[in-house]
């Protein structure tokens, strides 16, 4: 069986022959890769500003509206200012901390002392 048509010229396989040709090229293809995501201070300012005004209306947090207070700045500025940003929700996430230990704190001097008896 011959590789010709029949208008007799030779069949031409596409590419070149088996074992010649080149290894395949993985990556992107065609143009520049897509820029890399950087949602860090947004991701993290929707985070701490959710669980700051649970703390607030749940637990009674005081700390947690400053702190929800820097983190719905820290949105506002991510992506203008992301260092900025980025500060704010550090700062966000610190009082959230600090509310956190001194509600806990609270909770366990009170039951160690017997104010929680009945």
Known sequence: ?????????PYQ??????GDQPPPQYGY???YPPPPRNDGPLANAIVSLVLNL??????CNVLGLPGAILAGL???KARNEP?????????????????????IGTILFLGLNGYLDD
């Open 1 to 9: 069986m011959s590789q010709e048509d029949p208008s007799g010229y």
């Open 13 to 18: 396989p596409y590419g070149a022959p088996y």
């Open 29 to 31: 293809g065609y143009g």
């Open 54 to 59: 649970l703390a607030l209306v749940s637990c």
């Open 74 to 76: 820290a949105l506002s």
């Open 83 to 103: 260092h900025t940003a980025r500060t704010m929700v550090i700062w966000s996430w610190v009082l959230f901390g600090v509310g956190f230990v001194l509600g």
